[in-house]
């Protein structure tokens, strides 16, 4: 059974860069049938997708977050990371990584990341 | 980017027939996917491909999607069914290719 699992700190400063990892277990990040990404749900609000990542390191990014958002692969560890950069208040939210790009079937149990100083 | 449109809520006796909706420009012509999440928990896939269902989930869950709209069926609403309900779409034609609707909170009366 796939599980993926988040890691990472809660608390960020205000203009920090958010980072968070992503461990997958019971199956290869390799397998060429998937993208593999992150959505997060601010609280009270509806989800939000952040971008999804290939094995072979090809991305994709939500376009109103692409300025300040890298996401990496380590097939090695079979781990994918997600850096946020010049976080504020806004970027407040559960941050879930997920099995994608369609449909997503496979979720983390999420990790809630506040911005504050 | 394409976007998707959901009621925020909506409400249902127990034993009722609940239909929530999700509209899109020509969404019939796109795979619909829908995820249940309840407090404090990830999203749940329960419909996927417009109307297949993943194992585990009951056959009260239904969905179709033809022309600019396209629903999630849920038969016999049992209390447990109120959740959140998300529909989403893959737009391969867009550099914002995972789009979701906005939710709708299903409330069991």
């Known amino acids: 059974q796939l599980q993926l699992q988040e890691s990472g700190p809660g608390l960020v400063k205000p203009s920090e860069t958010l980072s968070l990892t992503c461990t997958v277990s019971?199956?290869?990040?390799?397998?060429?049938?998937?993208?593999w990404g992150w959505i997060r749900q601010p609280p009270g609000k509806g989800l939000e997708w952040i971008g999804s990542?290939?094995?072979?390191?090809?991305?994709y990014y939500n376009p109103s977050l692409k300025s300040r958002v890298t996401i990496s692969v380590d097939t090695s560890k079979n781990q994918f990371s997600l850096k946020l950069s010049s976080v504020t208040a806004a970027d407040t939210a559960v941050y879930y990584c997920?099995?994608?790009?369609?449909?997503?079937?496979?979720w983390g149990q999420g990790t809630l990341v506040t911005v504050s100083s | 980017s394409y976007v998707l449109t959901q009621p925020p809520s909506v409400s249902v006796a127990p034993g009722k027939t609940a239909r929530i909706t999700c509209g899109g420009n020509?969404?019939?012509?796109?795979?619909v996917h829908w995820y249940q999440q309840k407090p404090g928990q990830a999203p749940v896939l329960v419909i996927y491909?417009?109307?297949d269902r993943p194992s585990g989930i009951p056959e009260r869950f239904s969905g179709s999607n033809s022309g600019n709209t396209a629903t999630l069926t849920i038969s016999r609403v049992e209390a447990g069914d109120e959740a959140d309900y998300y529909c989403?779409?893959?737009?391969?034609?867009?550099?914002?290719?995972?789009?979701f609707g906005g939710g709708t909170k299903l409330t069991v009366l």
């Open positions: 019971g199956g290869s990040i390799s397998s060429s049938s998937y993208y």
């Open positions: 491909y417009d109307s």
């Open positions: 989403q779409v893959w737009d391969s034609s867009s550099d914002h290719p995972v789009v």
């Open positions: 020509n969404i019939g012509s796109k795979s």
């Open positions: 997920a099995r994608q790009p369609t449909p997503i079937d496979y």
């Open positions: 990542i290939y094995y072979s390191g090809s991305t």
